[in-house]
Nanobody, 114 residues
Framework: QVQLVESGGGLVQAGGSLRLSCVVS????????MAWYRQAPGGQRELVAT???????NYADSVKGRFTIFRDNAKNTVYLQMNSLNHEDTAVYYC????????WGQGTQVTVAS
């Protein structure tokens, strides 16, 4: 059974940084694309960043230049480095594994205090 477990969320002041991690068990990730999504209170889940198996990444306009997605296939882990955080980044962040399993993690809360 494939499982995704996110960690690294928390409370941070505006302008601060956090690094989220998503560890995948039950399947090797090196051939699959992965992504980070987020859902703010009362809002819809939105795509934040994606990374392909070849390392090519894409970002939502709202996070370009501030967030970086990267992966360590040896550790079966994808990361989201978030810098210059602002209040609008407050949300539950989810990672997603594409491909055969199309699985989601349970989410990790990020709260940015203004």
């Amino acid at each position: 059974q494939v499982q995704l477990v996110e960690s690294g969320g928390g409370l941070v002041q505006a302008g601060g940084s956090l690094r989220l991690s998503c560890v995948v068990s039950g399947s090797a990730i090196q051939l699959d694309s992965m992504a980070w999504y987020r859902q703010a209170p009362g809002g819809q889940r939105e795509l934040v960043a994606t990374i392909r198996s070849d390392g090519i990444s894409n970002y939502a306009d709202s996070v370009k230049g501030r967030f970086t997605i990267f992966r360590d296939n040896a550790k079966n882990t994808v990361y989201l480095q978030m810098n210059s955080l602002n209040h609008e980044d407050t949300a539950v962040y989810y990672c997603r594994l594409f491909g055969v399993y199309n699985a989601w993690g349970q989410g990790t809360q990020v709260t940015v205090a203004s």
